[in-house]
């Protein structure tokens, strides 16, 4: 079965710094979802990646899905406190009727 | 409704005891996903529904725990004879179907005492 391996799991950054967060998946991606999620609510959908290659942005955040189709990376640049939160990658794994699976996450904090 | 209802937001219960937890999907939305969420484990599926058959049932647990959806909307998930390895966050999400995110609920803080 597909796992998902996110690093660091655990981050903290000084406001205004970057930082990228990595997703390596053990086999193929066929979709790679970015999540992010704070203590005590559900998951916010960031951006889909599907194409080996593609690059996305949404405000201050870029992730990007490899060439190979087994990692992907999600870049923040000058973090701010509301970046802070956890951040999931969930994987599609080409199979039809089957559910993403997701990587343990990587925990976001941002000092000021 | 607008985003995916889930109830009750928190719930503590006595070990044995069964429990319910519904979800509420976005109107339109065919598909319907739980997941468990327990510290430092990640989101573990559960349970997928396409309309109101379940064609993956694979994650869960035990035979303990159990889900239906009516009518194409409305799940349940139950749990009976609640142990304390239950504690957890349950969270539903459902999609259009096919490719595509997913929109997940606020989710259920169980904890079984």
């Known amino acids: ?112 | 409704g607008a985003g995916v209802s889930q109830s009750p937001s928190n719930k503590v219960t006595e070990k044995g005891k069964d429990v319910e937890l519904r979800c509420d999907p976005i109107s339109g939305h065919t598909a319907l996903y739980w997941y468990r969420q327990s510290l430092g484990q990640g989101l573990e599926f559960l349970i997928y529904f396409q309309g109101n058959s379940a064609p993956d049932k694979s994650g869960l647990p035990s035979d303990r725990f159990s889900a239906e959806r009516t009518g194409g909307s409305v799940s349940t998930l139950t749990i009976q004879r609640t142990q304390q390895e239950d504690s957890a966050v349950y969270l539903c999400a459902s999609s259009l179907g096919g490719v595509g995110g997913y929109t997940f609920g606020s989710g259920t803080r169980l904890t079984v005492v």
């Open chain 1, 1 to 112: 079965s597909q796992e998902l391996e996110q690093s660091p799991q655990s981050l903290i950054v000084q406001e205004g710094k970057n930082l990228t967060i990595n997703c390596t998946s053990s086999k193929t991606l066929y979709g790679l979802y970015w999540y992010k999620q704070k203590y005590g609510e559900g998951l916010i959908f960031l951006m889909m990646l599907q194409k080996g290659g593609e690059e996305k942005s949404h405000e201050k955040i870029t992730a990007k899905l490899d060439e190979k189709k087994q990692q992907s990376s999600l870049h923040i640049t000058a973090s701010q406190p509301s970046h802070a939160g956890i951040y999931l990658c969930g994987a599609d794994g080409g199979q039809a009727g089957t559910a993403l699976i997701f990587g343990k996450g990587t925990t976001l904090s941002v000092s000021s």
